[in-house]
């Protein structure tokens, strides 16, 4: 009884304060719709994979009838592939003159760094960490081993 007796006096509170502040709780007020949160669409530039999900049967689970294709639902998601190590192997042929017995080969490419093991994918990746991102050789060192490639501190300091 004490209870009910409260619960009646805090919807007289709510109902007093809802008349001192202005708000009303009427179905026939129209309230401003919410505005719904628009997503900007992801750059074009970007690589797409697709992966297309087909239906389990080729007939109607209901009735066993054919199916037609009225149209698909898309859904995009961003996703960050960390960068991959690749071993880029340069083989230049050596070929003999059968006459005088001398060796052609193609030029080696250039490298930037002469007689390095670094490509320029690597050395720009371990640049901007060290001066861009400010983490330290030695973690990025551990990273690398992570991923399967021991890069020492002495050495990515020599780049």
């Known amino acids: 009884r ?3 007796q409260m619960e009646a006096d805090l919807k007289a509170l709510q109902k007093e304060s809802d008349t001192l502040t202005g708000r009303v709780d009427d179905p026939a007020v129209q309230r401003p719709l919410r505005q719904t949160r628009t997503r900007k669409p992801f750059p074009e530039s970007l690589p797409r994979d697709e992966k297309r999900l087909l239906p389990a049967a ?6 066993g009838g054919s ?12 996703e960050l ?7 880029i192997r340069t083989v230049r042929e050596k070929h003999a003159c059968t006459q005088c017995d001398a060796i052609v080969q193609a030029p080696a490419p250039s490298r930037p760094i002469e007689r390095g093991i670094a490509g320029p994918g690597l050395l720009a990746r371990v640049l901007i960490s060290k001066y861009a991102e400010h983490t330290p050789l030695y973690r990025q ?3 690398y081993g992570r991923q399967g490639v021991e890069l020492s501190r ?5 780049w």
């Open 141 to 143: 060192s551990e990273m």
């Open 154 to 158: 002495s050495l990515l300091s020599g």
């Open 81 to 87: 592939m960390r960068s991959v190590f690749r071993v």
């Open 67 to 78: 199916l037609s294709y009225p149209g698909e639902d898309a859904a995009e998601q961003l």
């Open 2 to 4: 004490r209870i009910a």
């Open 58 to 63: 080729s007939c109607c689970p209901e009735c």
